[in-house]
Nanobody, 126 residues
Framework: QVHLVESGGGLVQAGGSQRLSCVAS????????MGWFRQAPGKEREFVAG????????NYADSVKGRFTISRDNAKNTVDLQMNSLKVEDTAVYYC???????????????????WGQGTQVTVSS
């Protein structure tokens, strides 16, 4: 099983940018679809973005499309989430996750992802 550690969270003003990083160890992320999820207080964990093992297929939640970009570097075993034009409603704990296979097609449910990081808090102030 792959071990994931997120970093890069913090406090940012609305309209600003933040970049989250996820470092994997134990196994190569090239074996997995990689995704980002988030969970706000009192809400369910929701899908944010996913990227397939070759980097060629990506999908985003409608709420972040055009503002967030997921990238991955299989050689470095890292997955990043670049977040631009942040909104107050983006405030949440953000989790990096590895899927059950290499392919991300249709993979937006938490049940598809079997390895999770501990999460990093992102707070967007108005």
């Amino acid at each position: 099983q792959v071990h994931l550690v997120e970093s890069g969270g913090g406090l940012v003003q609305a309209g600003g940018s933040q970049r989250l990083s996820c470092v994997a160890s134990g196994r190569s992320i090239s074996e997995y679809c990689m995704g980002w999820f988030r969970q706000a207080p009192g809400k369910e964990r929701e899908f944010v973005a996913g990227r397939g093992w070759s980097g060629g297929s990506t999908n985003y939640a409608d709420s972040v499309k055009g503002r967030f970009t997921i990238s991955r570097d299989n050689a470095k075993n890292t997955v990043d989430l670049q977040m631009n034009s942040l909104k107050v409603e983006d405030t949440a704990v953000y989790y990096c996750a590895a899927g059950v296979s290499r392919w991300c097609s249709g993979a937006t449910r938490p049940e598809y992802f079997t390895s999770w990081g501990q999460g990093t808090q992102v707070t967007v102030s108005s």
